[in-house]
Every structure is written in C-alpha cells, then in structure tokens.
C-alpha cells in the first residue's frame, strides 16, 4: 500500500477507484459508500442504461472509439458529483493526464491486481470483458495492464487486491477519507 499525499489538507467529496478489469472496482466501492453514507457509481452499468446496450455489444457494434467517448463523458457527469464513490472502467483512466486533472477534493485509488488473478475473477462473474475474449487472455491481460499501469500509478493511494478482502480495502481506503478531515479540520 502507499500512502496519499497528504500536503493538500483538502476534505474528500469523491472517491474514485481505478484499475484493472476485475480488481474489485465495483465491489470495494459498493462497501465503502455504503460506509460512508455515499451514493455509489460504476461507469459500466451507467453507460449501459445510457446506451441501452451490454457492453460487448457497443464494443462489436460502435467499436471500442465510440465506447470510450460514452465513457469520457458519462465519466466527466460523475466526477462533477459530491459524496460518490465511483468505479470507474478499467480503460478510463489509460488516457494521458487524465487522473493528474482530477481536482484535491477527488481520492483517486488504483486497486492493482495481477494479470493471472483478473483472469481468474472474470471466469467467476457475468460481467462481459471484450478486451479479454481471445486465445491467451492472461497474455492479453499483461500487455494491457503494461501498457495502463503508468497511468494507474498516478493515483493518490494504491491498494493491492490479489489477497484483500473488499472489506478490508473499503477499510483502508476509509482511513485515508477520514484523515483527510481530520488534516483539513486542524489546518
């Protein structure tokens, strides 16, 4: 785990989690809102009630381009909001300089996983993962999450997620929301 920079006392008003395909996104957030008394996000199922399709279906109708633009404004719609925790889709945050703009109120969290464990979690869930639908996906896997884990890096707190528990994550995660008031009430 690393710890957030904590040199900006500014109180969290968003926690925004990133990474990986089955990283635990979607399920780490779901516990900490409910702990926080947050609403909760995941740009997934926003996009599909927006577009009214499964994902895989916008990937092999309108093409991964097109999914992506959905994905940056439905992503720019949530980030606009107070007192969310959102789960942001595994490619959002692979785009140049996109968690650097992130306002001080936003905690951004990268929930790192291996290549062999996202692998695994996707056998286990009905969620549909295009990116991964070819011969070799551990392959697939490790060339994707090399080429998005600069970006990943950038995040304010890293969590690994190959052994946590989603509880344990919204844990750690909480304490770092709470210190943040804690910093901000002292400053």
């Known amino acids: 785990m690393t710890s957030p920079d904590m040199t900006d006392a500014v109180p969290v008003l968003r926690v925004l989690l990133v990474g990986f395909m089955a990283s635990g996104k979607t399920g780490v957030a779901r516990v900490l809102a409910r702990r926080l008394g947050w ?10 009630k927006r577009v009214g399709q499964p994902i895989r279906e916008i990937f092999s109708v ?3 381009p097109a999914f992506r633009e959905i994905e940056t404004e439905v992503g720019n719609e949530l ?19 996109r968690l650097q703009q ?12 291996s290549a062999e464990t996202a692998v695994t979690r996707t056998r286990y869930t009905a969620r549909s ?8 996906p551990v392959a697939q896997a490790r060339r994707l999450l090399a080429e998005r884990e600069p970006f990943y890096r950038v995040a304010n707190l890293t969590l690994d997620t190959d052994h946590a528990s989603f509880s344990d994550l919204a844990d750690r995660i909480l ?7 804690q910093l901000a009430i002292s400053k």
Do not use: Y
């Open 79 to 97: 980030l606009a909001r107070e007192h969310v925790v959102l789960a942001s889709g595994g490619g959002w945050a692979a785009v140049p300089g």
């Open 175 to 181: 304490a770092v929301v709470r210190q943040r008031e």
């Open 102 to 113: 992130l306002d001080a109120a936003t905690l951004s969290v990268w929930l790192r996983v």
């Open 39 to 48: 609403q909760f996000f995941d740009f997934d199922d926003v996009i599909v």
């Open 129 to 136: 993962r295009p990116l991964l639908d070819v011969e070799d």
């Open 62 to 64: 309108q093409g991964e």
